[in-house]
């Protein structure tokens, strides 16, 4: 009785496609990190947050601090509030990446905060305090909800 070759063995084997990788990657984030992330995406049943949320808000909130200068930057309000378009709001990204590191196991939160940590600084530094935050804001107790917001983004 002839033999198979080895590679017509493994040609009808199923591929073995790694397990548990994340659907993204999150850039700048160690892959266990990525993991995690995707766990608490997947398994909340917060509707802002989904899978990818994470990677949207953190980019969402880089791309707010990205125009260099020194000009003071004014979160806008979105109008609406579907997944979508309340990205347009820089402080619902942040809500996202702080309810996120909420859930986080301690590892994966530590790294996560230490990517988010500077653009918190650089947010504080580029934005103006609101002191009339408490009337207007209805999270007024975080405290990058307590900025002055203009009706656009820009100085």
Same mark, same amino acid.
């Given at each position: 009785?002839?033999?198979?070759?080895?590679?017509?063995?493994?040609?009808?084997?199923?591929?073995?496609?790694?397990?548990?990788?994340?659907?993204?990657?999150?850039?700048?984030?160690?892959?266990?990190?990525?993991?995690?992330?995707? !766990? %608490?995406?997947? /398994?909340?049943?917060? $509707?802002?947050?989904?899978?990818?949320?994470?990677?949207? +808000?953190? @980019? #969402?909130?880089?791309?707010?601090?990205?125009?260099?200068?020194?000009?003071?930057?004014?979160?806008?309000?979105?109008?609406?509030?579907?997944?979508?378009?309340?990205?347009?709001?820089?402080?619902?990204?942040?809500?996202?990446?702080?309810?996120?590191?909420?859930?986080?196991?301690?590892?994966?939160?530590?790294?996560?905060?230490? !990517? %988010?940590?500077? /653009?918190?600084?650089? $947010?504080?530094?580029?934005?103006?305090?609101?002191?009339? +935050?408490? @009337? #207007?804001?209805?999270?007024?107790?975080?405290?990058?909800?307590?900025?002055?917001?203009?009706?656009?983004?820009?100085?």
């Amino acid at each position: 009785m002839p033999r198979k070759r080895p590679g017509a063995l493994r040609a009808r084997q199923p591929s073995r496609a790694p397990r548990g990788l994340p659907a993204q990657r999150i850039h700048g984030l160690s892959l266990r990190t990525s993991r995690a992330i995707e !766990r %608490v995406e997947r /398994l909340s049943d917060d $509707y802002y947050l989904y899978p990818g949320a994470t990677d949207r +808000a953190l @980019r #969402r909130y880089r791309e707010f601090l990205s125009p260099p200068g020194r000009r003071p930057r004014y979160p806008q309000p979105s109008g609406c509030d579907c997944r979508g378009c309340s990205f347009r709001d820089v402080r619902h990204a942040r809500d996202v990446l702080e309810d996120v590191l909420r859930q986080l196991p301690p590892r994966p939160r530590a790294e996560l905060r230490h !990517r %988010v940590r500077p /653009l918190d600084a650089a $947010y504080a530094a580029r934005t103006l305090p609101d002191p009339f +935050a408490g @009337r #207007r804001q209805w999270r007024a107790y975080l405290w990058w909800r307590r900025r002055l917001e203009r009706g656009y983004e820009g100085g």
